[in-house]
């Protein structure tokens, strides 16, 4: 299951690689490296809370018992820090998101401030970009509110 969802959210990095390759004013190689980069924390953050869950049958109350089941070349000093605005990712810790069924996104983790209007968010989906609009109109865990 975790090696599926990571196996789509690096299709979904090619598929804007390629996007932005086919458009003249598309992205700059160092655009596309970081996208690359925060999907690539964002599924070890999720490849490590999966495995939390599947071992312990509860989900991580912080970043420090998650960091025990990080994927083994992963640095939790950095893994937990956007590439992009250098802040720590809002994470919803504790969640069960197995417990959750939604055809909206249910927001797990994402970047605190948005770059061009755009965030990448960990969703019970896996790691998507959404618009500030798309965003706002995601799923939260119960008293959890968005970032804008």
């Given at each position: 299951?975790?090696?599926?969802?990571?196996?789509?959210?690096?299709?979904?990095?090619?598929?804007?690689?390629?996007?932005a390759?086919?458009?003249?004013?598309?992205?700059?190689?160092?655009?596309?490296?970081?996208?690359?980069?925060?999907?690539?924390?964002l599924?070890?953050?999720?490849?490590?809370?999966?495995?939390?869950?599947?071992?312990?049958?509860?989900?991580?109350?912080?970043?420090?018992?998650?960091?025990?089941?990080?994927?083994?070349?992963?640095?939790?000093?950095?893994?937990?820090?956007?590439?992009?605005?250098g802040h720590?990712?809002?994470?919803?810790?504790?969640?069960?998101?197995?417990?959750?069924?939604?055809?909206?996104?249910?927001?797990l983790?994402?970047?605190?401030?948005?770059?061009?209007?755009?965030?990448?968010?960990?969703?019970?989906?896996?790691?998507?970009?959404?618009?500030?609009?798309?965003?706002?109109?995601?799923?939260?865990?119960?008293?959890?509110?968005?970032g804008?």
């Amino acid at each position: 299951m975790v090696n599926l969802i990571q196996k789509v959210s690096q299709l979904f990095v090619v598929s804007l690689a390629i996007s932005a390759a086919a458009c003249s004013n598309g992205p700059s190689e160092n655009s596309q490296k970081e996208a690359e980069a925060e999907v690539n924390r964002l599924n070890a953050i999720q490849a490590a809370y999966m495995e939390c869950i599947e071992k312990t049958d509860m989900p991580p109350a912080g970043k420090e018992e998650l960091a025990k089941f990080l994927p083994a070349g992963v640095e939790a000093d950095h893994v937990f820090t956007s590439a992009r605005d250098g802040h720590p990712y809002v994470i919803h810790w504790g969640v069960d998101f197995r417990k959750h069924q939604s055809q909206q996104p249910f927001v797990l983790g994402y970047e605190k401030t948005a770059k061009d209007g755009k965030r990448f968010v960990w969703t019970g989906f896996g790691v998507l970009e959404m618009s500030d609009e798309e965003f706002s109109n995601a799923e939260f865990p119960p008293g959890e509110k968005n970032g804008l």
